[in-house]
């Protein structure tokens, strides 16, 4: 999460969204910068409504804007399915490892997932709060570009951006069957990201 303070904006840090790379790039121009542990770094809508913005209003008067980026869903899954393929997890409860894409998916449809398909949800994670708290401004990963227009404009500066904490690429076919259960299970997700603007 970081907050331009001047130019009354927040910008939270949806896991697996590629904010990490945007956070590099404009780490000297925030205010504040929450970079760990991920609790924080990651803290949701309703998390930065508890604490971070009562303080700002507080201390200060002032009532930010949030921004944030959502990822399509089935390939917000596959990211961290790949991510949680990686050496470092072998053995452990939260490693894909043996474990089909198809089952992560079934497995993340579950009222209670395995540690393995904990990985909570976009629609929850930016979910407006009930005394107005919203994210004003939230766009597509896939339209990286109107991020950065965005940014560049709302902070006059131009950003240069490096990947980061990227996920190893992987093929990850899908069946109708387990695609279909997903958009169904997880339909919350899907119609807020199709309610996303284009630019």
């Known amino acids: 999460m970081m907050i331009f303070f001047k130019e009354q904006l927040a910008l ?3 896991p697996k969204t590629g904010t990490t790379a945007f956070q590099a790039a404009l780490r000297d121009r925030a205010d504040l910068v929450i970079s760990g542990p ?3 770094k990651h803290a949701p ?3 930065y409504n508890r604490w971070i913005r009562p303080m700002y209003e507080k201390v200060c008067g002032a009532e930010l804007e949030v921004a944030a980026v959502m990822r399509e869903p089935v390939s917000w899954l596959g990211s961290w399915y790949r991510y949680r393929q990686r050496p470092a997890l072998d053995g452990k409860p939260n490693s894909t ?3 089909t894409f198809d089952d992560f998916l079934h497995a993340c449809c579950k009222g209670k997932p395995p540690a393995y398909a904990n ?6 994670f930016l979910e407006a709060q009930p005394n107005g708290c919203k994210v004003s401004h939230l766009f597509r990963y896939e339209d990286q570009n ?12 131009e950003l240069h951006l490096e990947r980061k904490n990227v996920s ?4 990850l076919p899908v069946c109708p069957e387990s695609e279909a259960r997903l958009r169904r299970k997880r339909a ?4 807020m990201y199709q309610s996303i603007p284009v630019s």
Do not use: H, I, N
């Open 12 to 14: 939270l840090s949806v």
């Open 38 to 40: 991920p609790e924080l």
């Open 45 to 47: 809508l309703y998390r």
């Open 97 to 99: 490892k043996g474990v």
């Open 119 to 124: 990985v909570g949800s976009q629609a929850k």
């Open 146 to 157: 109107g991020l950065k227009t965005f940014l560049e404009q709302r902070l006059d500066t």
């Open 168 to 171: 190893p690429a992987a093929e």
């Open 188 to 191: 919350a997700e899907f119609e």
